[in-house]
């Protein structure tokens, strides 16, 4: 699904972590961006507004699974 948005977490050097929710291909972007190497910034939109993210910071991201939503369920 193109719209789907997932939450993500992304911790900095020193402790510090922002958080959002954001559209999937948006994650894979910051990835590959990530993967490229650690120069450069990642702009990065969220459903609170854009963070401009410092790529060489950055420690790790996290994907948050779907089923981690928290919620009314159907039960089984």
Do not use: C, H, N
Request: hydrophobic residues 40%.
């Amino acid at each position: 699904m193109a719209d789907e948005r997932v939450r993500i977490e992304i911790a900095f050097e020193g402790g510090q972590t922002v958080g959002g929710l954001v559209l999937s291909e948006t994650v894979d972007e910051l990835r590959d961006a990530l993967a490229r190497g650690p120069d450069g910034v990642f702009e990065l939109p969220t459903d609170d507004g854009t963070y401009i993210v410092p790529l060489r910071g950055v420690m790790y991201v996290k994907r948050f699974l779907k089923e981690s939503r928290i919620g009314f369920g159907q039960a089984g």
